[in-house]
């Protein structure tokens, strides 16, 4: 039998899920297109690996030229045309749950929401946003303390272990797709570095969660200033047996060993650490019990 042929859409900086679909005894890759919104080196990483694997670079209007008999996107920032949905199937790696989160950064809004559960899903892309049938959820737990850059390799992993053998029973149409209509869904949003500013008046719960999104390794770092100036709260923790009450948003309560304790819009969160001027800091050595955090 004759391989059948696959196309793959965009991929990543370290090409590390394009270099899992390689070497099919079922398929071949016959071309791939560069995303062109990705930066100049990012674009130049994705043309080495095409290179390096002989497999063709194409753009939109030369795919259906190769008479491919599937397409794969693996990151790619642009919509597809309706008149490449209609000629062929494109799968699409989608960063997130679905069908309940759609849209963009969703594992990251999953933990801001408190989910246990974070992943990628492999569907097939239809004329709606997220919204094509189901092949298979790439599911990795996650517990209250770990942030995503703990589990965010879990994850890739888990898609590079596997998306070889899907891609194939796909093929060989030995794996059906479930629909999505009908359950329960949300759409989020891209995630900006100025949705790491700690707001005071949110929940210890949410600025603890917004730690576990935006902290290092993974995230770009979650803020507050005072006095005009901006520190980064490299680590946090939460503080036990606190009750729900009414106070100061921001206000500085406590003071325990090199830690400052925060009244927040519920209870309170300990800043552990920070960072100004790329210097770590123990804050009680800047913040006093009666400061107020901005």
């Given at each position: 039998?004759?391989?059948?042929?696959?196309?793959?859409?965009?991929?990543?900086?370290?090409?590390?899920?394009?270099?899992?679909?390689?070497?099919?005894?079922?398929?071949?890759i016959?071309?791939g297109?560069?995303?062109?919104?990705e930066?100049?080196?990012?674009?130049?990483?994705?043309?080495a690996?095409?290179?390096e694997?002989n497999?063709?670079?194409?753009?939109?209007?030369?795919?259906?030229?190769?008479?491919?008999?599937?397409?794969?996107?693996?990151?790619?920032?642009?919509?597809i045309?309706?008149?490449?949905?209609?000629?062929?199937?494109?799968?699409?790696?989608?960063?997130?749950?679905?069908?309940?989160?759609?849209?963009?950064?969703?594992?990251?809004?999953?933990?801001?929401?408190?989910?246990?559960?974070?992943?990628?899903?492999?569907?097939?892309?239809?004329?709606?946003?997220?919204?094509?049938?189901?092949?298979?959820?790439?599911?990795?737990?996650?517990?209250?303390?770990?942030?995503?850059?703990?589990?965010?390799?879990?994850i890739?992993?888990?898609?590079?272990?596997?998306?070889?053998?899907?891609?194939?029973?796909?093929?060989?149409?030995?794996?059906?797709p479930?629909?999505?209509?009908g359950?329960?869904?949300?759409?989020?949003?891209?995630l900006?570095k100025?949705?790491?500013?700690?707001?005071?008046?949110?929940?210890?719960?949410?600025?603890?969660?917004?730690?576990?999104?935006?902290?290092?390794?993974?995230?770009?770092?979650?803020?507050?200033?005072?006095?005009d100036k901006?520190?980064?709260?490299?680590?946090?923790?939460?503080?036990?047996?606190?009750?729900?009450?009414i106070?100061?948003?921001?206000?500085?309560?406590?003071?325990?060993n090199?830690?400052?304790?925060?009244?927040?819009?519920?209870?309170?969160?300990?800043?552990?650490?920070?960072?100004k001027?790329?210097?770590?800091?123990?804050?009680?050595?800047?913040?006093?019990?009666?400061?107020?955090?901005?």
């Open positions: 039998m004759p391989k059948k042929k696959l196309v793959i859409i965009g991929n990543t900086k370290n090409c590390d899920i394009g270099s899992a679909l390689l070497e099919s005894e079922i398929y071949d016959v071309g297109i560069i995303d062109p919104k930066s100049e080196s990012t674009q130049q990483i994705h043309r690996f095409l290179k694997n497999i063709a670079e194409l753009e939109w209007e030369t795919l259906l030229a190769q008479k491919p008999d599937m397409a794969i996107i693996i990151t790619y920032s642009k919509v045309p309706k008149k490449y949905l209609e000629a062929l199937p494109i799968l699409n790696i989608h960063g997130g749950l679905l069908p309940k989160y759609k849209g963009s950064n969703c594992s990251c809004w999953a933990i801001l929401n408190g989910e246990k559960e974070v992943g990628y899903t492999l569907h097939k892309i239809d004329e709606g946003l997220d919204t094509g049938p189901i092949y298979h959820r790439f599911v990795v737990p996650i517990s209250a303390e770990q942030k995503f850059g703990d589990v965010h390799a879990k890739r992993k888990q898609v590079c272990d596997k998306i070889k053998g899907l891609v194939e029973d796909i093929l060989l149409d030995k794996l059906k479930q629909s999505q209509d359950e329960p869904y949300i759409y989020t949003t891209p900006r100025e949705d790491g500013k700690i707001k005071w008046t949110d929940t210890s719960d949410y600025i603890y969660n917004l730690y576990r999104v935006f902290g290092a390794p993974y995230g770009s770092g979650i803020y507050f200033s005072y006095k901006v520190y980064e709260a490299t680590k946090i923790s939460k503080v036990p047996n606190i009750i729900q009450y106070g100061a948003c921001g206000g500085v309560v406590n003071v325990k090199h830690s400052v304790w925060v009244k927040t819009g519920d209870t309170l969160i300990s800043i552990d650490e920070i960072k001027d790329d210097q770590l800091f123990a804050p009680s050595s800047i913040f006093k019990i009666g400061n107020r955090l901005s």
